[in-house]
Nanobody, 125 residues
Framework: QVQLVESGGGFVQAGGSLRLSCAAS????????LGWFRQAPGKEREFVAT????????SYADSVKGRFTISRDNAKNTGFLLMNSLKPEDTAVYYC??????????????????WGQGTQVTVSS
């Protein structure tokens, strides 16, 4: 069982920045792919970004590409999502998720084994 705890959310004006953190309890964090998702009120949860267990490969949703950066520090069992040039439409609860390297990735690679409780990000116009 892996526990994930997000932090770093908050209230920011449009154009501002936030850095989210995801602390993992996994004994070997480097065995897990890390993903970030978000869910806005009244909308379905959507993919934001993902990073390979080694940290070598990343992928982003088109809506955040060029503005958000996903990273990880395997020595500290922590993942990060740096969000720049925030827009009101980025307002959502942000969740981090982890998938064991040998787990079934599911359709589109969107299936994850463990999820955090989420952290609220609110961007004002």
């Amino acid at each position: 069982q892996v526990q994930l705890v997000e932090s770093g959310g908050g209230f920011v004006q449009a154009g501002g920045s936030l850095r989210l953190s995801c602390a993992a309890s996994a004994r070997t964090f480097s065995n897990y792919r890390l993903g970030w998702f978000r869910q806005a009120p009244g909308k379905e949860r959507e993919f934001v970004a993902t990073i390979h267990w080694s940290g070598g490969t990343t992928s982003y949703a088109d809506s955040v590409k060029g503005r958000f950066t996903i990273s990880r520090d395997n020595a500290k069992n922590t993942g990060f999502l740096l969000m720049n040039s925030l827009k009101p439409e980025d307002t959502a609860v942000y969740y981090c998720a982890a998938r064991f390297k040998w787990s079934d990735p599911g359709p589109g690679g969107l299936r994850y084994d463990y999820w955090g409780q989420g952290t609220q990000v609110t961007v004002s116009s």
